[in-house]
Structures are given as C-alpha cells and as structure tokens.
C-alpha cells in the first residue's frame, strides 16, 4: 500500500506549465503592486509631519500583506507542480498493463518481502469474495455438514480463499512498516528526527489512506447510478438513488461518515471496513512510539507485551496485531544491533536440522491456524477446529469476533515473524521476493479497492457468459466455465489495479506529501 512511481511525462508536453502559471501570478501581484504605489506616490501630495507617521504605518501593513500574499502564491506553485511533474501525471503508455510495458525488476531490500506477502495477502482476498460468489459450498469447514468434503475445505489449503486471515496479515505488516523507522531512531537516540518522523506520519497518514477510498467510491456510486452492477442473485447490493443528485447527496454523506476515524465503513463498498481500523491502529502504532521511545529497548518490550495481553483478554484483535507489528520490529532491530556490520545470523540458516525441523513446523502450524473457518462457516463442526473452537477459545471472545479471529490473530503474528527471523536468503523469504509478488505488493492497495467493482461489474457478466458456452450443469462444466473466466478477469483486474495506483494512489502519496509543506 506504500510503493510510489517515477513517472515520466510524454514527449512534447510541458511539465512546467503549471508552477510557471503560478509563479507568473506571484510575479504579476507585485508587479501590480509596485506600479500602484508608483502611482499612489504621484498622487499624492507631499505629506506633513503630522501625517507621515499613519501613512507609513500603513505602508508596511501592505508590504507584510504584499510578502504574504506572495508566499502563499508560491506555496500553491509548489502544490501545483506535484500535479505537473510529481507521480500524479502520468502518460498514455501508463496505461497499458504492466506486462506490457518494459520496467527494470524492483529493487529489494531489507523488508521487501512484506510487500510480496501484502500483495499475496490482498490477492486472496480478492479468491476469498470470488468463492462467496461463486463457490459459496467451500465456505464451510471440511466435514461440518455432508456436502462439505471437497479437497479445497481441508486444512492449510482452504488458506487461498481465507480473507479474514489476509486482513489479520495486512494490519501486522502495517504495524510492522509504520514503526520501523521511529524505533530505529528512537533507539538510536535522535529524538528530534524522531519527533519531526512522527509529525509527517500523522499528516500523510490519513489523506494516504482516504483519497484513493474516495475516488474509488466516488466511482462506484456512479457506476451504481448508471446501473452497470449485477443485482439480480448477488448477496450484495450498491446503493442506487433515484436521481444523479439524489446519488451524490448519498455519496457525500456516506464519504463524510467514513472518513471520521470511528466509523465502520462506507455502503458504496462493504469492503473499506477496514480502512478506518488501519487509521486507527496507525495512530495507535505513533502514539506508543511516541509514549516509549526514551525508554530502554527492553523495558519497551515489556510495555508492549503487556498492552497485547491486556487487549488480548477484552477481545480487541485489531489492536493486537498492530502492537504485535510492532514488537517484530522492535526485535528486529535488536538483533541488527547485536552485529557491527548490521546483519545477523536466521534463525533457519546456519543452524542445524533440528532447528529447521522446528522452524517449519511452526509454519505448518500457522497455516493451519491461519485457515481456520471463521464464525459464520461452522467453525466449531470444522474437521481439527472443534476443540480450538470451543474448549481453547477465551470465554470473552465467544461473543465477540469468535475463534475464527483469535487464533488467526496469534497465528497471524507467528507467520510473520517465522518469516522475519529466517533471513533474506531463506526459502521464506525468497517466495515473496520475486517479480510477481513484488508486483502484486506495488498494486495490493489499488487491487484491495478495486477487486469488489470488478467482481459485480464485468466478472459476474463474464462468468454468465461462459456458463453460457460451457456449461454448469456438472462440476466439470461448471469448473471450466470459472477457469476461462479468471482467465479474463484477472488481467483485467491487475490492469484496473495497476492503472488505479498510478492515476490516483502514487498520487495521493505526492498530494499528501506537499499538503504537509502547506
């Protein structure tokens, strides 16, 4: 959700024309001015004594007004030129989808992997609304009614269309990345960096969450104006008006809802739930850095650990997992600071086959606790969740989220920091480091807001389509018809999701940016 472009403007075009219609106006405001005290001094007569001190008090109140008026002017230059020349402009050839297009491979570093964990993270998400449509019988846990024993509902496998467990991994990751840099100079003892690090966080932190969630629903409510989503047998619905100002009058309203940092979501896509949770564990991750940061690294953990126990008993599973972040993060630096050349020994390299043995263990274990059916898909008749559902749930999270979020919770935390200690060499981290994952992590933001448009939009229509061709009176029919429809709308979606993140997401992260030097 962080990735920015450099995008380079089209040939023959002038990047400049807008700081330089900015500057110009700066320019002409104290030209004119100049000339009206020019004239105003030929006017006027030549003042007394008695009235020179008035007029030349009035003189410099219209000089600091002229100084700040041109101030302001060249602050809206600088604003401007992020449209202009910053990665809000974009060419024709950005349009095309990014296999198209020649691009040198992504530069990796130290935390590279998060984001091809994020991006495979928001993919599922995407097989997870898709099975709801289409596959709505692997929902269910294997064995929990007669119908439910296809190979897919098994344990560890039903991970791929998991998507309440992909959000458990978004909210780590973030709490993860959000810290990342405070703490390193908090333990490094640059406080003021720090203090100046938190400001520019907390001012880019909302509008980089919330402008592309307002185009994106801005789209959607017209979309839905024009009729274009599938409302016949769908679970879900887009709200529809009337009139064209009816519609917007809604969209304002629910837009003005959903950006204060306590709602629970927009009706224009059910899926922003989560936008404002992210807002609000992003203030939380800042607001404990900042509590914290004099403290000693060791004594910072112990705080921290006590905040996740003490959320963990009254059910707060969100919270948890931006803490939870944030103390891999913290560990992180700490064993980069046990070596002067900054890197360390994994867990899994360099270590003996027990430790390996143990290491995989632990991710076969988070798998299957991260694929644990949630509270609505019979959860406690599941095959291997019965017992974790009902005898090993905390009794204060029975009426909360259900077993379906706790031990994806604790599971959550445990697969990334599994993945965290093995080190850049590590099988762990070498799947989330290739060119595919990488992309899908430069795009999980775009692809996140976009996948739900797509699915009731041109995905239903395309599938009907092939059932059309194909058939679906038999599970083979049936599965044909799917696969020659993902075949379609997933690169359609990747397009969609790409172009997003370069129209209007790399440009939220400029605007966001500049609106902080304002």
């Known amino acids: 959700m962080k990735n920015t472009q450099n995008l380079t403007p089209t040939e023959g075009t002038n990047p400049q024309l807008t700081t330089d219609i ?65 990665e809000w402009y974009f060419a024709p050839s950005d349009l095309l989808p990014a296999w198209c297009r020649t691009s040198p491979p992504p530069q990796i570093h130290a935390t590279s992997w998060l984001d091809g964990l994020r991006g495979t993270a928001a993919l599922i998400v995407f097989f997870h609304h898709s099975s709801q449509v289409w596959l709505p019988g692997l929902r269910p846990g294997w064995g929990s009614n007669p119908d439910a024993y296809h190979v897919m509902q098994l344990p560890i496998l039903r991970i791929g269309f998991s998507g309440g467990a992909m959000v458990a991994i978004f909210f780590v990751i973030s709490g993860y990345v959000l810290s990342t840099k405070p703490l390193r100079l908090a333990r490094e003892g640059r406080h003021e960096e720090l203090l100046q690090s938190l400001a520019g966080s907390v001012s880019r932190r909302g509008p980089r969450l919330f402008i592309p969630c307002i185009v994106s629903t801005f789209v959607t409510a017209m979309l839905a104006m024009m009729g274009v989503f599938v409302d016949e047998g769908v679970a879900r619905h887009y709200p529809r008006a009337e009139t064209l100002w009816g519609q917007l009058g809604s969209w304002v309203g629910e837009t003005l809802w959903f950006v204060n940092p306590f709602a629970d979501g927009t009706g224009f896509e059910e899926n922003l739930w989560t936008i404002p949770t992210e807002f609000q564990g992003s203030l939380l991750i800042f607001l404990c850095v900042l509590g914290l940061s004099r403290t000693r690294s060791n004594v910072r953990l112990g705080w921290l650990l006590c905040f996740v126990v003490y959320w963990l008993w009254f059910g707060y599973w969100a919270t948890v997992l931006f803490v939870g972040g944030m103390i891999l993060a913290d560990l992180n630096h700490g064993r980069r600071d046990k070596c002067d050349d900054l890197s360390w020994t994994p867990v899994v390299q360099g270590k003996s086959w027990k430790h390996r043995w143990v290491c995989g263990l632990l991710t076969i274990t988070a798998l299957f606790l991260l694929s644990m059916p949630e509270y609505d898909e019979a959860v406690t008749e599941s095959f291997g969740y019965s017992t974790l559902a009902t005898t090993l749930t905390p009794p204060s999270w029975q009426n909360h989220w259900g077993p379906g979020r706790w031990w994806p919770c604790l599971s959550s935390i445990m697969l990334v920091a599994i993945i965290d200690q093995a080190g ?27 996948h739900g448009v797509t699915i009731y939009t041109v995905g239903i229509r395309i599938a009907n389509f092939f059932f059309g061709v194909f058939g679906d009176d038999t599970n083979l029919r ?30 939220a992260v400029t605007l966001s940016r500049r609106m902080m030097k304002l």
Not at 67 to 74: K, P, V
């Open 22 to 86: 900015m500057l110009g106006l700066a320019g002409l405001w104290e030209k004119i001015s100049e000339n009206a005290d020019i004239e105003s001094k030929r006017l006027t007569p030549k003042a007394t004594e008695h009235e020179e001190t008035p007029r030349l008090l009035i003189e410099a109140h219209l000089s600091r007004l002229k100084t700040r008026c041109r101030s302001r002017l060249q602050k809206l230059a600088r604003l401007g030129s992020g449209f202009a020349n910053a």
């Open 424 to 450: 850049s060499d590590s099988i762990f981290q070498r799947q989330f480091t290739r060119r595919f994952p990488q992309y899908l992590g430069r795009i999980s933001f775009s692809l996140y807001l976009c």
């Open 478 to 507: 049936y599965g044909t018809s799917l696969t020659m429809s993902a075949l379609v709308v997933m690169p359609l979606l990747f397009w969609m999701s790409d172009v997003f993140t370069v129209v209007v997401d790399c440009g």
